[in-house]
T-cell receptor, first 111, second 114 residues
Framework: TQLLEQSPQFLSIQEGENLTVYCNSS?????LQWYRQEPGEGPVLLVT?????EVKKLKRLTFQFGDARKDSSLHITAAQPGDTGLYLC???????????FGTGTRLTVIP | GAVVSQHPSRVICKSGTSVKIECRSL??????MFWYRQFPKKSLMLMAT?????????EQGVEKDKFLINHASLTLSTLTVTSAHPEDSSFYIC??????????FGPGTRLTVL
């Protein structure tokens, strides 16, 4: 059973469009990370959010942690082909060493 | 940012042989490292937690005698796939925990067992 469900699972959009990826759970997390992974490589950490309601921006990417710390979203503005990849959310729990990874969202941005 | 390396990046071996994969944190010390397995187009599956100076903690369904983990120093963990079989072919990724709940990942190792 996956603690974190991501939606959509697959997303294919045209360059310049906006998109939002959701990461949902019934569990509360002490932190939430977003990673992007390209084929044949390891995931790269994009952001960490720790406070309910927190919003962080990274250029065209906006990350939000839900008020109850059970969900998160990633919004990309004016997507570019370089944004193509597998986006993974991961939650941390107090007292747990490991992260709980989401099911993943595979994004393809078509030039 | 924190850098984690993995070696080798690709390995092809014959069935029945053992393969060792190294994971190193290059610019920070990591008392905890993790080993994941990733199937094509899927998310990461945690195999085990590697703790410096103590035994690894394996996830349910992962054979500890098959996947030997050693974390001998604060910057190195190794995963040895013993008596590898074709079904062990996969993408193996390690990560190192730097602080709080942040993990930094290695580039992965593609294992192909013939």
């Amino acid at each position: 059973t996956q603690l974190l469900e991501q939606s959509p699972q697959f997303l294919s959009i045209q360059e310049g469009e906006n998109l939002t990826v959701y990461c949902n759970s019934s569990s509360v997390f002490s932190s939430l990370q977003w990673y992007r992974q390209e084929p044949g490589e390891g995931p790269v950490l994009l952001v960490t959010v720790v406070t309910g309601g927190e919003v962080k921006k990274l250029k065209r990417l906006t990350f939000q942690f839900g008020d109850a710390r059970k969900d998160s979203s990633l919004h990309i503005t004016a997507a570019q082909p370089g944004d193509t990849g597998l986006y993974l959310c991961a939650g941390g729990k107090t007292g747990a060493n490991n992260l709980f990874f989401g099911t993943g969202t595979r994004l393809t941005v078509i030039p | 940012g924190a850098v984690v390396s993995q070696h080798p990046s690709r390995v092809i071996c014959k069935s029945g042989t053992s393969v060792k994969i190294e994971c190193r944190s290059l610019d920070f010390q990591a008392t905890t490292m993790f080993w994941y397995r990733q199937f094509p187009k899927k998310s990461l599956m945690l195999m085990a937690t590697s703790n410096e100076g103590s035994k690894a903690t394996y996830e349910q369904g992962v054979e500890k005698d098959k996947f030997l983990i050693n974390h001998a120093s604060l910057t190195l963990s190794t995963l040895t796939v013993t008596s590898a079989h074709p079904e062990d072919s996969s993408f193996y990724i390690c990560s190192a925990k730097r602080s709080y709940n942040e993990q930094f990942f290695g580039p992965g190792t593609r294992l192909t067992v013939l």
